[in-house]
């Protein structure tokens, strides 16, 4: 499913899970850009804040849509791609640079076992990132893996300058296959949460859903006890 045409002032606009509205939103992109002159330099204080100062984990109940909604994510401190993706979007509508996400397949070759255990498989579905309009151009920006889990990983963190795309690296520090980009989505104005949630049936099927939900039962029983 294509989005329909848009302009480039829509990419400014709050929808439900850009949220670039919230008041905890506009206050947090307010902060990060107080004194940073220029879009590319806000654009960057933005990126580093949404991928070190959120956490990434895929351990998240995946059919709520709360969950994907960028100032809920915020609140949370953690969240997979789609959501920080989510954040960095709306932290730079809520101060004037237009974003919007982008979608893709990738393969994970180095997945953690337990993450290929619940899903079956090591290929990612609908990985998201932020396009930001910086000087008359989209500029892909991908804010998944915090720098500690790239340091524990050995994971390449991805950097960005504000000018150039920012993607996965296809190799980790020590020269291992990491990251294959496979098939391509396009790009959206807010996360397709439905159009998401049918490709991971299709893909993951029903019974990946209920792994993933008692695993997560029983992290938050071990949490409790």
């Not at 929808?15 to 307010?30: P, V």
């Not at 804040?49 to 809920?72: C, H, K, M, Q």
Request: some cysteine.
């Amino acid at each position: 499913m294509k989005e329909v045409t848009v302009n480039i002032e829509d990419y400014l606009k709050p929808t439900a899970t850009i949220d670039c509205d919230n008041q905890l939103i506009k206050d947090k992109a307010r902060n990060l850009t107080k004194g940073v002159a220029g879009t590319a330099a806000q654009a960057k204080s933005l990126f580093y804040w949404v991928r070190d100062g959120i956490a990434y984990t895929p351990l998240v109940p995946l059919e709520i849509f709360e969950n994907y909604r960028a100032s809920e994510t915020l609140k949370r401190g953690k969240g997979f791609c789609v959501e920080k993706a989510a954040v960095l979007a709306a932290l730079a509508r809520a101060v004037g640079i237009p974003a919007r996400l982008h979608f893709a397949d990738i393969r994970n070759h180095l997945a953690s076992p337990r993450i290929v255990e619940v899903m079956g498989t090591n290929l990612f579905s609908y990985h998201g990132y932020t396009e930001l309009y910086i000087d008359g151009n989209w500029i892909k920006a991908t804010p998944a893996f915090d720098l500690n889990l790239c340091r524990e990983k050995q994971i390449v963190p991805v950097e960005f300058d504000g000018q150039h795309h920012a993607l996965f690296y296809t190799h980790n520090r020590d020269g291992r296959l990491h990251i294959e980009y496979l098939k391509d989505h396009g790009h959206r104005i807010d996360v397709p949460v439905q159009e998401i949630l049918t490709a991971w049936l299709e893909h993951y099927g029903i019974a990946a859903q209920e792994r993933l939900n008692c695993l997560l039962n029983e992290e938050n029983r071990s949490k409790n006890r």
